[in-house]
């Protein structure tokens, strides 16, 4: 199975990696990007080949739209009369739906919508997909094993997208700007900086493996460490006192609605 990836970016050379990582043939793995000079670095770097968006596509079964969303309508443009009939579409551009990509390829095109995160980087990515009005089953098929090589999959109907991207899309940034301050607050608190780093990651780390395998509410998890009276207690009231749950929340809200303002207006 042949697979352009039309973009060499970080989520595209993410894949372009895991991919080879996990045995699919470089030979059988075109890369194009707008930057040429990006491209061939990864290709090299990979074992795999480069080309032109145009060539790339003509004799691709999977075609992986990976670039920004603003330069999404002019590489289409660049590639829809080279698409194979047969071929399977994946877009992983935030606010770019399916419906804007079938208008631009030729019917009946199969298209798939993707949006991952960056822990693909090291495979403990989540994508969520959703699949366009011509895709087959067997399509959809090929595209969570795409993305499975990066990561966890789902698959959800499209409207709820915007708040997909909000949640998990975004998300890995939301987790390291908290993991900052859990670090500076441990060197306020007198620790050198390799050791509140060592000690903030590893909770983390273990907080999520603990969500996961026990299966538990994160509430009762919660409600387990936070003893009458305790410290967690005291530095929960103090969270709840400045307003951080509503903090999320509104964050959250910012982030879904800057994806639905990142889908291109139709004329």
């Known amino acids: 199975m042949t697979i352009a990836l039309l973009g060499a970016g970080v989520m595209g050379g993410t ?15 075109v890369l194009s990007d707008r930057v040429v000079e990006r491209a061939e670095k990864v290709a090299t770097e990979r074992g795999t080949r480069y080309a032109e968006p145009a060539e790339a596509v003509a004799g691709a079964d999977v075609v992986v739209l990976a670039v920004k969303p603003q330069d999404m309508e002019a590489l289409v443009g660049q590639i829809r009369d080279h698409v194979r009939p047969d071929a399977l579409v994946i877009s992983i551009a935030a606010g770019i739906s399916t419906g804007f990509l079938e ?3 030729p019917e009946g095109t199969s298209v798939v919508r993707v949006m991952p995160n960056t822990p693909a980087l090291v495979d403990q990515g989540m994508s969520a997909m959703s699949p366009g009005r011509h895709c087959t089953d067997e399509h959809l098929a090929r595209a969570r094993a795409l993305m499975e090589h990066v990561g966890r999959v789902i698959v959800l109907d499209e409207q709820h997208q915007d708040a997909v991207t909000a949640i998990s899309g975004s998300g890995p940034s939301y987790i390291f700007y908290v993991v900052e301050a859990m670090i500076e607050a441990g060197v306020l608190l007198g620790l050198p900086r390799d050791t509140a780093t ?15 395998e026990t299966g538990e509410h994160p509430t009762v998890l919660r409600e387990q460490v936070s003893s009458p009276g305790g410290t967690s207690v005291a530095a929960l009231r103090a969270l709840e006192d400045h307003k951080v749950r509503a903090a999320f929340l509104t964050a959250m809200e910012a982030a879904a609605n800057r994806s639905a303002e990142l889908s291109p207006r139709e004329e």
């Open 198 to 212: 060592e000690l903030v990651v590893q909770t983390l780390y273990g907080a999520a493996t603990m969500i996961r």
């Open 103 to 105: 208008r631009r390829l």
């Open 15 to 29: 894949l372009a990696a895991a991919l080879v990582r996990s045995g699919h043939d470089p030979d059988q793995l």
